[in-house]
Each structure stands twice: as structure tokens, then as C-alpha cells.
């Protein structure tokens, strides 16, 4: 039964609905790695200050 669900998944045909999920999965990607980046700059910039405390990452 999974291998016939596995087998009708791939087989259905493409539409607007996967162009705006790979859409959405790209800008998720895309915050994620700028979010990434800017706790790398915060971490460096409090990396010079002696009493800074640390920011809980979410």
C-alpha cells in the first residue's frame, strides 16, 4: 500500500500549487542563511565588549 501512495505521488502531474511551494521553500532558505548570518555578525560584534551577555538564539 505505501509503494502504491509512493507511486501515485510521483506520478501526478505538476501545478501552480509546487511552483509556490519550491517558491516558498527558496525564501525560507533565503532568511534562514541571512538570519544565520547576522547572529555570526552580533556574536562577533558582542565578542568585543567584556560584559556582553549572550542573545538566546530562537
Known sequence: ???AAESALKE???DERDD???RLKAKVGEITM???LLYAKIDKLEA???M???R???
Open 56 to 58: 538566546p538564539r530562537r
Open 48 to 50: 568585543g565588549r567584556p
Open 12 to 14: 501526478r502531474e505538476r
Open 1 to 3: 500500500m505505501l509503494l
Open 52 to 54: 556582553a551577555g549572550r
Open 34 to 36: 541571512a538570519n544565520e
Open 20 to 22: 509556490e511551494i519550491a
